[in-house]
């Protein structure tokens, strides 16, 4: 590994400080490195406030000597929004050598914090961890540049891909351990997903059990009557201002819709109707499956919809991670769709 990957990776470890924390911002981390040791550090910690760079900057608290390196996860903003543009900052810092990772997602926008800095007379390097900065922002560089969130599955199933389990011994068909750990994926969300019966059926909560300064996500639950129990606690709780309801909407449509709230992820948790459709129209970009060593038979399957229409066309899954929690084994992949055995 060598030094730009190196200091490249502390920068990474800053950015992960914010993630879940930033949307509708990418989550970004800087470090300042003088003669190969860190000086200064910083990560963007909310929108609206200073971003990485800003805050790495300031924290150094005097002026930049012509030897120092600004490493960052992503290219600087070249533009003006809540906070100044952040090559404006570098510039104006004295800054002399600066090492992206990701490029800027957003077409209007790649390389032009590049070119800025450049034409200051800027060095400027990039590349360094590029892959791992940009899977970093995944759900932010989708929604960027289709105006479309990030689209999760989760749910937790038994072996032979059942919801539900005999209602004499309780809802739960996965661990507490694996419940706990799906609570991450809930913090990191802008908004989670359901269908009507879930609601009718399950009455959950749908907020993040945590620390109490976690954010909470949007709920969000399609109907196609709009028959809705008024006494559910989505509609009741602390939180029943932030629950959306959207009655005989296509999913794609409220994805659209969701996007245009400045929605940059949405997990889809239920039900099994509800994440058969999703996968039938290609519209999950990412899956969370944990799976529990039981066998329940009959219930709901975990995704219904009509189904591939041969084995040849089946979506299948790419760069799958398995790890085991408790006694579940949690799956996590990306689907690659397929239409008449070509993949998309």
Sequence with gaps: MNNDERFMGEALREARKSVGQTSPNPAVGAVLVLRNRIVARGH???????HAEIECLRRFKR??????????????????????????????????????????????HR?????????????VRSGALAEKCAHLNE???????????????KCGTSLDGRLTR??????????????????????????????????RIDNPHLTVRGPRNSR??????????????????IFTDRHAKNTLVYRNEPLA?????LGKKNVVSVTIEGGGNVLGHALDEHLIDKVQIYIAPIFTGGGIPAFGGSGARSTSESARLDRVTFEKIGPDLCVTGYPKYSVM???E
């Design 166 to 199: 005999p209602a004499r011994e309780g809802r739960w068909i996965t661990s507490a351990a694996a419940r706990k750990h799906s609570q991450r994926l809930r913090a990191d969300s802008d908004a989670i997903l359901v269908g009507a019966e879930t609601i």
């Design 63 to 108: 002026a930049v000597p012509k030897d120092a390196v600004l490493y960052v996860t992503l290219e600087p903003c070249s533009s003006v929004g809540r906070t100044g543009a952040c090559t404006d900052a570098i510039i104006r810092a004295g800054v002399k050598s600066v090492v992206l990772g990701a490029t800027d997602p957003n077409p209007r």
């Design 111 to 123: 390389g032009r914090g590049i070119q800025i800095l450049q034409d200051a007379g800027i060095e």
């Design 253 to 257: 449509a409220v994805l659209a819709d």
């Design 44 to 50: 963007h910690r909310r929108a609206g406030l200073p």
């Design 216 to 233: 909470q996500p949007i709920r969000v639950v399609i109907t196609r009557s709009g028959k809705l129990p008024r006494p559910a606690r």
């Design 139 to 153: 759900a932010f560089n989708k929604w960027i540049a289709t105006g479309i969130p990030f689209v999760i599955a």
């Design 341 to 343: 055995g070509v993949t």
